[in-house]
Structures are given as structure tokens and as C-alpha cells.
């Protein structure tokens, strides 16, 4: 019996699959079995009407009992991306064409003229063909481009069915593409383009100094200010201090979009760090991920790069408490009936809040309308857990006018982007052997190797934790903060200097 191999996406990685066809004679019958979702289904009226009108013969002029087998079956099938392989098994089968069906896998939907349209996941499904030893990949032509990060495997684009009937049976050519490499980023412009350079925001010198800090080591950042000060303003230009992505964190988080159909011909993968903001009133399973056979939530989108929480005491309680997991871990399990999936989710959390209710709690220009019990309310939605894994809290007030005129350009994105690399490749270097990137990567083990201090910045830490009871957590987060503040300044030991700025971006600090 005839095999054609394809594929399937369960979580975030690909699963080869065998499609089969059996004709016998009996009733006439079309049926697709291999536990097939309703779109899977429904493609057999899609299927048949493509090969009609690519000149072969449907299966329901056959008179003939066809059914359709994908393999594994206990694996849930979902998606169009089986249109190409279940009506070249049928062709196969029914004889109507001959090919060498070995070493060679295939994917698409086929539209009702027999067009081959694009499918989510073909950077994974090639990934896993290379894997598994297929080093023919026919996939279509509007997915091509994202197929060639591939190396070491012939990619073949495919516009319809007749050009791969036709190329198949030898009687046209169609050569494989040349792969992509590094030297083609430069080529691309895509992912977050922001349009805000540091030295444009005038004041604000202490949030830009912790967003520096929170990009360098991965830090999470708590912005707290009155409406209008500059807030997400600030979050968005962070993008623009974000070190450039290695070639292995492009794919990773390529992998990422091409699975969550967010990627297209002319942008195939994601070269800048991703800048994911959701809407405060966003769901738990848009946020972590969520589905039938579960595919990326924002907090995934947002790996190795941004995610911007706005208005953060808004965003529903239980979709706050979800971020435990992720923040502490860089990973978020996503459980389902009969499988479990871990997705990456090691991203920055930008969170910016107002002070109470009408924003102006501790304004000294603007009178604060909220009693105290709303002001504790309000700030009581974020719970103890969540704050916990807060790196840096930043006041953001009002900007002066003198500070708003000022024409002075320090401190430019490009300036500051050249600080953070430096900062980022001591990381890369101290954690080679580690398998980790970041200082705020390290466990117990690696802080207390690499995060030794002084005398001072010792009794600095000891009355910090005795009067401001910080967990163990909080302890530990210091550790790091001030092991990238010393990075930053290319220090290899910590100092109590490096301490006391760590422990300035704690809330109501008192030393």
C-alpha cells in the first residue's frame, strides 16, 4: 500500500504523518478516518473538486469504497494542510498517476481549482522532515520563503496540483530553492518598528536608566505614574535598546509565529524582538494559550522579547495569576485532555499602572479625587505572588516644562543599545556552559557563584531584607538586579554601590 508522508502540529513542534488510501469495491464511499477534526472532514467535497478540475478523476466517479487513513490515529488530526497528501494517496491508489512516494513529504490546502494555498507550521514541519532523514519538502509556493531557514533539505514551491502532478511524473522541472543563512537578515524588515528613540523623551532619566537595566538582564519593570506622563510611551521605546537576536533565538522564535499563522510570503521571519501588547481585558487562554490542540497565547508571542501590560491592575485577576508560572520559569504548560504542551514564554514584562483609580494619588500638580480605601483597592488587584516577580519598580511623574523644552539629545536608543550588547554578550560568555542567556535566568546555585558583594553592599542586603521583609524571592531578585547593574558597568565584582541602586527600584525602600 502506497505511503505519503505529512505532517502534523502538536504544540509547538511537528509529527510525521502517513496518509493512506484503500479503494475496494463496494458503495460508493469517500471517508477520511485517523481521529480527523471537522475541517479535516469537511475537505473531502475540497479534495475532490480539485482533482476534478485538475484533470484527474475525483473519487466519487470512481464507484468504488475509498477511505483515507492518517497515521498515527490516536493523534488528533486538525487543519487544511492535508488537502496535497490525501489527494495524491487517492491518486496513487486509484492509479492515476505513479511516483516514487519515499523520501518526500507534503503539505497544503488545495483550493477548489486546484491552487495550493499556504499552511501554518511548515518552518516546523521542515525542521522535523530534516530530522527524520526527508530531504524532499514540497510545500506551497506562499510558504516557501520561511521553508528555506532550512538547510540541508530541497524545498520545493508548488502553485497547484497539475505543476506537482506534472513535475512528479518528469515531465516538468522545478529546481529546489537555495536555503537562507544569516547574511539574508539585512533583507527583512520585520517585527515591531518603532518610531521612538530615547532621546526624544525629555526627563524621565530614572525609568530610562531602569528600562536599560531591564533590557540588559531580562529584568521585569513595574511603571507606576499619572495619566499622560509618559508610561507607554516609555514601554514602546524599550524596543529600540533590545540587543539584536541571535541566529538560534530567529528561528525559535520564527518557529513561534509560522505555527501561529503569523507569518507571510514577503515577512517569512522574525529578525527584531517581538513587542507583544494584549488588551487589558484579554482572556487567560489568549494570553497563555489556549485551543483543541493548544496553539501560542501572547506570553508565547512574546518570547524573547516584550510583553506590555497596560493598565495592569485592569487585566482580570486570574489572567495576572497565569504569569506566575512564566515569570519564574520561561515556560507556561498548557494542559488538555489527552496531552499536555510546554510552550517557551521567556519574555520582559513591561507593566505600567495609574496610582489609584483617577491617576493622580501623589500628584503634587493635580488633586487626587479617590478616598483611601479606593486607593487601596485599587492597588491590592495586583496580587503579592505577581509583585514579587517585579524586578524594578519606577515611579514616572509628570515631566516639568523646563524638562520638556530642553533641547539637549543625550542619551540616544543607539548609544544605549551599544551599552546593553556589551552588558548582554558578558552574560553570554559567563553562562556559556549554563544554558541560560541572562542574569535573570539564574537559580539558587548560579546566583550564589556569580552574585558575591562586598562588606558593605552585605549590610546593605541584610537591612534591606530585615526591614522591608523580602522573601527569599526578593532577595534573590536583588542579587541578580545588581549583578546587571555591574555588568552594565563592566564590573566583574559587585559592589555595595551596585547594591544600593538594585534596592532603589524596590517599593518604599528604607535602609
Same mark, same amino acid.
Given at each position: 500500500?502506497?505511503?505519503? *508522508?505529512?505532517?502534523?502540529?502538536?504544540?509547538?513542534?511537528?509529527?510525521?504523518?502517513?496518509?493512506?488510501?484503500?479503494?475496494?469495491s463496494?458503495?460508493?464511499f *469517500?471517508?477520511?478516518?485517523?481521529?480527523?477534526?471537522?475541517?479535516?472532514?469537511?475537505? !473531502? $467535497?475540497?479534495i475532490?473538486?480539485?482533482?476534478?478540475?485538475?484533470?484527474a478523476?475525483?473519487?466519487? !466517479?470512481?464507484?468504488?469504497?475509498?477511505?483515507?487513513?492518517?497515521?498515527?490515529?490516536?493523534?488528533?488530526? $486538525?487543519?487544511?494542510? %492535508?488537502?496535497?497528501?490525501?489527494?495524491?494517496?487517492?491518486?496513487?491508489?486509484?492509479? &492515476?498517476?505513479?511516483?516514487?512516494?519515499?523520501?518526500?513529504?507534503f503539505?497544503?490546502?488545495?483550493?477548489?481549482?486546484?491552487?495550493?494555498?499556504?499552511?501554518?507550521?511548515?518552518?516546523?514541519?521542515?525542521?522535523?522532515?530534516?530530522?527524520?532523514?526527508?530531504?524532499?519538502?514540497?510545500?506551497?509556493?506562499?510558504?516557501? =520563503?520561511?521553508?528555506?531557514l532550512?538547510?540541508?533539505?530541497?524545498?520545493?514551491?508548488?502553485?497547484?496540483?497539475?505543476?506537482?502532478?506534472?513535475?512528479?511524473?518528469?515531465?516538468?522541472?522545478i !529546481?529546489?530553492?537555495?536555503?537562507?543563512?544569516?547574511?539574508?537578515?539585512?533583507?527583512?524588515e520585520?517585527? *515591531?518598528q518603532?518610531?521612538?528613540?530615547?532621546? %526624544?523623551?525629555?526627563?524621565?532619566?530614572?525609568?530610562?536608566?531602569?528600562?536599560?537595566?531591564?533590557?540588559?538582564? =531580562?529584568?521585569?519593570?513595574?511603571?507606576?505614574?499619572?495619566?499622560?506622563?509618559?508610561?507607554?510611551?516609555?514601554?514602546?521605546?524599550?524596543?529600540?535598546?533590545?540587543? !539584536?537576536?541571535?541566529?538560534?533565538?530567529?528561528?525559535?522564535?520564527?518557529?513561534? %509565529?509560522?505555527?501561529?499563522?503569523?507569518?507571510?510570503?514577503?515577512?517569512?521571519?522574525?529578525?527584531?524582538?517581538? *513587542?507583544?501588547?494584549?488588551?487589558?481585558?484579554?482572556?487567560?487562554?489568549?494570553?497563555?494559550?489556549?485551543?483543541?490542540?493548544?496553539?501560542?497565547?501572547?506570553?508565547?508571542?512574546?518570547?524573547?522579547?516584550?510583553?506590555?501590560?497596560?493598565?495592569?491592575?485592569?487585566?482580570?485577576?486570574?489572567?495576572?495569576?497565569?504569569?506566575?508560572?512564566?515569570?519564574?520559569?520561561?515556560?507556561?504548560?498548557?494542559?488538555?485532555?489527552?496531552?499536555?504542551?510546554?510552550?517557551?514564554?521567556?519574555?520582559?514584562?513591561?507593566?505600567?499602572m495609574?496610582?489609584?483609580?483617577?491617576?493622580? %494619588?501623589?500628584?503634587?500638580?493635580?488633586?487626587?479625587?479617590?478616598?483611601?480605601?479606593?486607593?487601596?483597592?485599587?492597588?491590592?488587584?495586583?496580587s503579592?505572588p505577581?509583585?514579587?516577580?517585579?524586578?524594578?519598580?519606577?515611579?514616572?511623574?509628570?515631566?516639568?516644562?523646563?524638562?520638556?523644552?530642553?533641547?539637549?539629545?543625550?542619551?540616544?536608543?543607539?548609544?544605549?543599545?551599544?551599552?546593553?550588547?556589551?552588558?548582554?554578550?558578558? &552574560?553570554?560568555?559567563?553562562?556559556?556552559?549554563?544554558?541560560?542567556?541572562?542574569?535573570?535566568?539564574? =537559580?539558587?546555585?548560579?546566583?550564589?557563584?556569580?552574585?558575591?558583594?562586598?562588606?558593605?553592599?552585605?549590610?546593605?542586603?541584610?537591612?534591606?531584607?530585615?526591614?522591608?521583609?523580602?522573601?527569599?524571592?526578593?532577595?534573590?531578585?536583588?542579587?541578580?538586579?545588581?549583578?546587571?547593574?555591574?555588568?552594565l558597568?563592566?564590573?566583574?565584582?559587585?559592589?555595595?554601590?551596585?547594591?544600593?541602586?538594585?534596592?532603589?527600584?524596590?517599593?518604599?525602600?528604607?535602609?
Amino acid at each position: 500500500m502506497n505511503k505519503v *508522508f505529512s505532517a502534523a502540529i502538536t504544540g509547538l513542534e511537528a509529527e510525521l504523518i502517513e496518509v493512506e488510501a484503500d479503494l475496494s469495491s463496494g458503495l460508493r464511499f *469517500f471517508s477520511i478516518v485517523g481521529l480527523p477534526d471537522k475541517s479535516v472532514e469537511e475537505s !473531502k $467535497e475540497r479534495i475532490a473538486a480539485a482533482i476534478k478540475n485538475s484533470g484527474a478523476e475525483p473519487p466519487h !466517479k470512481q464507484n468504488k469504497r475509498v477511505i483515507i487513513n492518517l497515521a498515527p490515529a490516536d493523534l488528533r488530526k $486538525e487543519g487544511s494542510a %492535508y488537502d496535497l497528501p490525501i489527494a495524491l494517496s487517492f491518486l496513487l491508489s486509484s492509479g &492515476q498517476i505513479k511516483f516514487d512516494e519515499k523520501d518526500k513529504l507534503f503539505v497544503g490546502e488545495l483550493a477548489l481549482n486546484g491552487e495550493i494555498r499556504r499552511a501554518n507550521g511548515v518552518l516546523p514541519i521542515c525542521l522535523m522532515a530534516k530530522e527524520k532523514g526527508i530531504t524532499n519538502v514540497f510545500v506551497p509556493k506562499s510558504n516557501s =520563503n520561511e521553508a528555506r531557514l532550512v538547510r540541508d533539505i530541497n524545498i520545493f514551491p508548488i502553485e497547484s496540483l497539475v505543476e506537482l502532478i506534472a513535475f512528479l511524473e518528469n515531465r516538468i522541472e522545478i !529546481k529546489p530553492l537555495e536555503p537562507f543563512g544569516e547574511e539574508f537578515l539585512e533583507g527583512f524588515e520585520i517585527g *515591531f518598528q518603532p518610531s521612538v528613540d530615547m532621546a %526624544y523623551i525629555k526627563g524621565q532619566e530614572n525609568a530610562k536608566r531602569a528600562l536599560e537595566i531591564a533590557a540588559s538582564g =531580562n529584568h521585569n519593570v513595574l511603571m507606576t505614574g499619572p495619566p499622560g506622563s509618559g508610561k507607554t510611551l516609555l514601554a514602546k521605546a524599550i524596543s529600540t535598546i533590545l540587543p !539584536k537576536m541571535a541566529w538560534s533565538e530567529i528561528l525559535e522564535v520564527t518557529k513561534i %509565529y509560522s505555527i501561529a499563522g503569523k507569518l507571510s510570503h514577503k515577512k517569512p521571519l522574525i529578525h527584531q524582538r517581538p *513587542f507583544r501588547s494584549p488588551h487589558h481585558s484579554a482572556s487567560e487562554a489568549s494570553l497563555i494559550g489556549g485551543g483543541g490542540i493548544a496553539r501560542p497565547g501572547e506570553i508565547t508571542l512574546a518570547h524573547r522579547g516584550i510583553l506590555f501590560l497596560d493598565e495592569f491592575p485592569e487585566v482580570h485577576r486570574d489572567v495576572l495569576e497565569s504569569l506566575r508560572q512564566p515569570l519564574e520559569d520561561g515556560v507556561i504548560h498548557v494542559a488538555r485532555a489527552k496531552a499536555s504542551y510546554t510552550f517557551p514564554a521567556r519574555f520582559t514584562l513591561i507593566a505600567a499602572m495609574n496610582p489609584c483609580p483617577c491617576g493622580y %494619588y501623589g500628584d503634587p500638580e493635580k488633586q487626587c479625587t479617590c478616598n483611601q480605601q479606593q486607593i487601596n483597592k485599587y492597588q491590592r488587584r495586583v496580587s503579592g505572588p505577581i509583585m514579587d516577580r517585579i524586578d524594578l519598580y519606577v515611579e514616572v511623574p509628570h515631566v516639568k516644562y523646563e524638562k520638556l523644552t530642553d533641547e539637549n539629545m543625550e542619551g540616544s536608543s543607539q548609544t544605549i543599545r551599544k551599552k546593553v550588547e556589551k552588558a548582554r554578550q558578558i &552574560q553570554i560568555e559567563r553562562f556559556k556552559d549554563d544554558n541560560i542567556v541572562t542574569n535573570s535566568e539564574m =537559580n539558587i546555585p548560579l546566583i550564589k557563584k556569580h552574585c558575591r558583594t562586598d562588606e558593605q553592599g552585605e549590610r546593605l542586603l541584610r537591612n534591606a531584607v530585615n526591614n522591608l521583609h523580602m522573601s527569599a524571592r526578593g532577595y534573590h531578585r536583588i542579587l541578580k538586579l545588581a549583578r546587571t547593574i555591574a555588568d552594565l558597568a563592566e564590573s566583574p565584582s559587585i559592589t555595595s554601590q551596585h547594591i544600593a541602586e538594585a534596592l532603589q527600584y524596590r517599593p518604599k525602600v528604607e535602609i
